[in-house]
């Protein structure tokens, strides 16, 4: 059963109280964090439940899934929304993402790279922006660029003209314990730091953190974490 929209209004107000929370506690301001609420699987009225509640980030993960919902939410909501990006990227998708994204998430391989930037350059599309997702732990694991291979991508990405390089994406492996996903955080925003010094240019976006790690994340420095099950309710299994 979908959650009603008002347990949805709910639910958002206790995930923003508990964000800032983990923000004072580790000395930040609470708007420096936003919270991009996941609503892959998830039908287009519960969207546009926690739009009506004000709610303006939404991140999905299968292009056509996405392409479909952000049409019917549109219909129901008149209100101005972020579109993230959030799933694995393939090279033969990257081409619906210009116009309809205002950030991916999960660049981690040059061939989707290559393909939003022929689109954008064929199509003269707004330059995308994008963060690169990695792999601080570099081991056999969903998806992510190792420590080994950030600076090479990294330039390779930002010699892009239709692609602009924000910051870094990691998603813990679920099974760590909080502190070990805690130092996998911390080791994420010292790569972007190290980043930031070979590129002499600001990398200020950190994705990190999901409903279950959102506070070690945001405690090692997240402005962006990814909220799907805390808002939205458990997600219904796909047929
Ligand atoms: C599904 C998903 C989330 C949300 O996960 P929850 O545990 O439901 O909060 C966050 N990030 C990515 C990349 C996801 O695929």
Redesign the pocket.
């Known amino acids: 059963m979908p959650l009603s929209a008002q347990e949805i209004a709910d639910r958002l107000h206790a995930v923003k109280n508990n964000v800032a929370e983990s923000a004072v506690a580790a000395g930040r301001n609470p708007d420096d964090v936003t919270i991009?609420a996941?609503s892959?699987y998830h039908a287009a009225p519960q969207v546009a439940a926690a739009a009506a509640s004000g709610h303006r980030d939404f991140?999905e993960?299968y292009v056509q899934e996405a392409l479909a919902k952000q049409d019917a939410v549109a219909e129901l909501t008149n209100a101005a929304l972020n579109w993230h990006f959030?799933?694995r990227l393939q090279a033969n998708k990257a081409k619906y993402l210009p116009g309809r994204f205002s950030l991916i998430?999960?660049l981690d391989s040059l061939k989707p790279a290559q393909s939003l930037q022929k689109r954008i350059a064929s199509t003269g599309a707004s330059p995308m922006e994008v963060l690169l997702q990695v792999n601080p732990a570099g081991e056999a694991q969903k998806g992510g660029v190792s420590p080994e291979e950030l600076p090479a991508f990294v330039e390779a990405v930002s010699e892009m003209p239709g692609l602009i390089v924000k910051g870094l994406?990691f998603?813990a492996p679920f099974e760590a314990e909080p502190g070990e996903k805690q130092r996998l955080f911390a080791r994420v925003r010292e790569l972007r730091d190290a980043l930031e010094v070979r590129l002499r240019s600001a990398l200020p976006v950190l994705s990190m953190g999901?409903?279950?790690d959102?506070r070690q994340a945001v405690a090692e420095g997240a402005t962006l974490v990814?909220?799907?099950?805390?808002?939205?309710g458990p997600?219904p299994p796909q047929t």
Request: hydrophobic letters at 45%.
């Open positions: 991009v996941i892959k991140g993960n959030t799933g998430h999960s994406m998603m999901m409903s279950s959102f990814r909220i799907g099950t805390a808002i939205f997600r």
